[in-house]
């Protein structure tokens, strides 16, 4: 069966910029925090939590009662997948849409000085690497 996202972030973790946010229109129930809040508070809960367990790992998973988020980190980059459930094909999905996306955009993520278009193309890299996301939900850009 398709999983439905929320939500797909990519953060650069080092200044806590979000530099890529696809929404799903088709999953919105209620409002949505904005990206930009965000991001700053994912990169502040991973070195909180790395602060108090003395660990240098990465976050991978936060589970709630309803949704799931799925961290990937790549360098200076997280992605962050916030969905319904969790299982293989998310975890490798994500984890090859942020090598990929890595690859793709390193010159501008490595250089970023502030200009998020630059990372617009990233939707592509949805269709490729996360092919169990219902096709209306990628029907309209939501950068």
């Not at 991001?39 to 240098?56: R, T």
């Not at 090598?99 to 993520?109: A, L, M, V």
């Amino acid at each position: 069966l398709p999983f439905d996202v929320y939500q797909l972030l990519v953060i650069n973790s080092e200044q806590g910029v979000t530099l890529y946010s696809f929404v799903n229109e088709f999953r919105r129930e209620g409002s949505l925090t904005h990206s930009a809040l965000k991001s700053p508070a994912i990169v502040a809960i991973q070195n909180l939590v790395q602060e108090i367990s003395h660990a240098e790992g990465h976050i991978i998973l936060i589970g709630m009662s309803d949704r799931i988020l799925i961290m990937k980190s790549k360098k200076q980059i997280v992605s962050v997948l916030i969905c319904e459930r969790n299982s293989y094909f998310v975890n490798q999905g994500l984890e090859d849409f942020t090598n990929r996306f890595y690859e793709k955009f390193e010159s501008h993520i490595v250089n970023f000085v502030g200009n998020v278009d630059v990372f617009k193309d990233a939707k592509l890299l949805i269709h490729e690497h996360l092919p169990f996301m219902r096709k209306e939900s990628l029907m309209e850009s939501a950068n």
